[in-house]
């Protein structure tokens, strides 16, 4: 049971490249959502997912896209990166609405 | 406008010395507020969540407690390990959703 598995680790884009951050959980949990994580912004939602097929946004979208065609897959693609998207990601799953179990990050440099 | 306050931003204390931290809200329709711990390069843990005022919930040298208008998570006799970053997040209604709002943290040091 490794619980949320994000990849990479790290990573470094330049400005107009794309991407997807790869997130899977094996808890057959059906919420899961994006978060990113900034100095003195605190936590703030992207994308979130109730269930395989469904998927809406969050407090900070723009420049993000996610799919959820499995319960267990959730990634997170930038389209265009922008040095604004450099950040700590996180994904996180949840049996239902309260956000239980986060993934260890990726932390993302867009040069 | 719905906000999560922590205080305070951070905090250090000698091994053995309890202490508490606050998160204080303001927000319409709490329907539960959580605490995490953060470790330096690694997503949030989840800790607790508190429903109602007057609940108290334990976990080793940790308790957290709810009231109308703040949470508090003591911390007895401190262990060099308890350091971290100390997360709150309170569950808030959003028009038929539901959305969590999330402090800034308090960054935790125990020394030995």
């Known amino acids: 049971n490794a619980g949320v598995t994000q990849t990479p680790k790290f990573q470094v884009l330049k400005t107009g490249q794309s991407m997807t951050l790869q997130c899977a959980q094996d808890?057959?949990?059906?919420?899961m959502s994006w978060y990113r994580q900034d100095p003195g912004m605190g936590l703030r939602l992207i994308h979130y997912?109730?269930?395989?097929?469904?998927?809406d946004q969050g407090e900070v979208p723009n420049g993000y896209n996610v799919s959820r065609s499995t319960t267990e897959d959730f990634p997170l693609r930038l389209l265009s990166a922008a040095p604004s998207q450099t950040s700590v990601y996180f994904c996180?799953?949840?049996?239902?609405?309260?956000?239980?179990?986060f993934g260890q990050g990726t932390r993302l440099t867009v040069v | 406008e719905d906000q999560v306050t922590q205080s305070p931003e951070a905090l250090r204390l000698q091994e053995g010395e309890s202490s508490s931290l606050n998160c204080s809200y303001t927000?319409?329709?709490?329907?539960?507020l959580f605490w995490y711990r953060q470790d330096p390069g690694k997503g949030p843990e989840f800790l607790f969540t508190?429903?109602?005022?007057?609940e108290e919930k334990e976990k080793e040298r940790l308790k957290a407690t709810l009231t109308k208008k703040e949470s508090f998570l003591h911390i007895t006799a401190p262990k060099p390990e308890d350091s971290a970053t100390y997360l709150c997040?309170?569950?808030?209604?959003?028009?038929?959703?539901?959305?969590?709002?999330w402090g800034l943290g308090t960054s935790l040091a125990v020394n030995p």
């Open positions: 997040a309170v569950q808030a209604l959003a028009g038929n959703n539901r959305k969590l709002i």
């Open positions: 808890m057959n949990h059906e919420y």
């Open positions: 508190l429903y109602s005022a007057g």
């Open positions: 996180a799953s949840s049996p239902d609405s309260k956000l239980t179990f």
């Open positions: 927000v319409s329709g709490l329907r539960g």
């Open positions: 997912s109730v269930g395989a097929g469904i998927t």
